[in-house]
């Protein structure tokens, strides 16, 4: 391969041609192999997962990195990801294969990955391949990951993470309902806190096929930015877990008249009209409706960003910071703008909202789903009163 550009991310060393350096918006024709400089965060981010997650068992990981374009990704866990033993590179793309080769050798890696170029399906169901299992995969697909999650968990060691990409945030969040039932089975439904919902039911399909398999799952973390959604998922086996993990698949109630929302439990009697003000309640799902954080790995996540070589980048610190703050509070979060527009008052700031809410006795955390959102485990209606409280407060007295 001849003139090749190197670049850097994180700590890694890449080598790519000039065509997949270019901004994606200029990159015609396609480049041979691929490369998102702009998903750096989206990898940041995951090395921090993989050196929480290598803590936690004690180092040697084996990793998968089916998708994996250039193989940035999975250069990125050995060098920076502490403890991890080896990686299983693949692409389907014999050009990707070939420059993740030229990077493993350009950082000294060869030795440490085994490299293939196979539909990642038949990757991930190989046992030769999969040997006794993998620690963690990652599934960073183009648009839906859903044809690759059962593969993925069918090739996990027992208690083994998994994560997911998903571009596909259009059809998730309610702008092509049929797309999202038709990938994943699932109702969209567009409210407010949309990407919240988006995360739901990609965490729904994914648990509906882990109870397939007799197995569970617990979410450990969980975020968003415009251009996709990622959960971290941990597995676990047997039909207790399996039964847990369906207590947990349900539906949202939500009134768009008063803002109520509301998880019913597969099974249950879904309610047609609001309690609170008698219209018509849409639904969304089936979809997640347990916790979508783990408080622990959350705060691990933030001690290890503080701890590493990543801990200048401010904007991951923000996301990693708001995210362990949010972890604890409660389902769904409200914004203050359509609060304020329900009440036809101007919005009050963040921080007013949130100290009125601590200061009436109830949780109150901001979100990083969306920079006016707010998570707090009050009732609408004292939201509301509280929400009402600072605008009159603020209003000039004549
Ligand atoms: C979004 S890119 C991967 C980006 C990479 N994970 C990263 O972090 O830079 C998706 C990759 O999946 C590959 N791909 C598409 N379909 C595939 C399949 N069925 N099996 C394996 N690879 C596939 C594409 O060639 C592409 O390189
Ligand atoms: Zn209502």
Redesign the pocket.
Known sequence: MSNLIETREGLVRLLLTPQALKPLAERKPKPC????PE?SL??DVAVLAVRVFSRRKGGDLRVC?????????SIRFLVEGVGVKEAVI????PN?VEFIRVNLEANGLSEKAMVFN????E?LLRRDIRQDGFDLV?V???GSPA??IQPALLSLKRGGVLAV?S?DTASLSGRYPRTCLRRYWSKPLKTEYYPEVAVRILLGFIARNCTMLNRGLKPLFSHRTTQYIRVYIETIRGTIAADKTLDKIGYLNHCFNCLYRRFTVLGEEIASSCPNCGSRLELAGPLWIGEIFDVEFCNQMVAEYENSHLTDDRELGRLIETIASESSGDVTYYIIDELASFLKVSPPSKNAVLEKLREMGYNASPTHFNGKGFRTNAPLKEILNGLSDITRSLKPTL
């Open positions: 192999v691929f490369y998102n998903a989206n990898r990195d089916p998708l994996a374009g250039c193989g940035v990704r693949n692409d389907l793309n990707a196979l539909d990642a399906r990757l990652d960073d697909p183009f044809p690759f990409t571009t």
